[in-house]
């Protein structure tokens, strides 16, 4: 089956203690990409990635690092996670980009990830 | 900074009525407008989507009509079901980027 795997989906820690959220898809993707939720705020982008080894910021970057070394999996990392990093995080893959040419390239998907951090 | 805006943040309807939710964008660079239907639990799934040469997509009972020149689009959907409850996101790119709009949670009463 198709799908985008983030582990784990619920996850509470304390501040500064270092985390990673994994994904990982098997729909040989080359764009992925993470979003965090918040009500009333919607989907904010963290980081993507094009494909292996390029990554690049998104809208809210602080706080949070990822890495692409396989095409399949696109971790994401907080190093020292802060109270106001609490939410519900979703990694996100497609064929290709999902503007310009690639018309036809959805975003797929995980289930997500609810972070809490104390 | 929210570059797509939508409204509104919450909607009820009652079953066989019309939903409507609106968005409205600042960059002009943007090029493909997907709507993405979430329900709880899971993540968002795409809905429908259009390019801003086309003024209208049509796929069932969902419906885009997209306004260049106001930068505005909207999501129609005839005949509301109580299976649409769900989070609608819009959304806009412009080639390697995705941003979305706040979310309506649209609630359709039996």
């Known amino acids: 089956e198709a799908q985008v795997t983030q582990n784990p989906r619920y996850l509470i820690t304390v501040t500064g203690k270092k985390l990673t959220v994994t994904c990982s898809q098997n729909?040989?993707?080359?764009?992925m990409s993470w979003y965090r939720q918040d009500p009333g705020l919607g989907l904010r982008q963290i980081y993507y990635?094009?494909?292996?080894?390029?990554?690049d910021k998104g809208d809210v970057p602080e706080g949070y690092k990822v890495s692409r070394k396989e095409k399949r999996n696109f971790p994401l990392i907080l190093e020292s996670p802060s109270p106001n990093q609490t939410s519900l995080y979703f990694c996100?893959?497609?064929?290709?980009?999902?503007?310009?040419?690639?018309?036809?390239?959805?975003?797929?998907f995980g289930n997500g990830t609810r972070l809490t951090v104390t | 900074q929210q570059q797509v805006k939508q409204s509104p943040q919450s909607l009820i309807v009652q079953k066989g009525g019309i939903s409507i939710i609106n968005c409205a964008y600042e960059?002009?660079?943007?090029?493909?407008f997907p709507w993405y239907q979430q329900f709880p639990g899971k993540g968002p799934a795409l809905l429908i989507a259009?390019?801003?040469?086309?003024s209208e997509k049509k796929e069932g009972r969902f419906t885009i009509s997209f306004n260049k020149s106001a930068k505005q689009f909207s999501l129609h959907i005839m005949d509301s079901q109580p299976g649409d409850s769900a989070t609608y996101f819009c959304?806009?790119?412009?080639?390697?980027?995705?941003?979305f709009g706040e979310g309506t949670q649209l609630t359709v009463n039996p």
């Open positions: 996100a893959s497609s064929l290709k980009p999902p503007g310009g040419v690639s018309y036809n390239s959805p975003l797929h």
């Open positions: 729909m040989n993707h080359e764009y």
């Open positions: 990635s094009m494909n292996v080894e390029v990554t």
């Open positions: 960059n002009t660079a943007f090029d493909y």
């Open positions: 259009i390019r801003p040469d086309v």
């Open positions: 959304a806009a790119s412009s080639g390697s980027r995705l941003t």
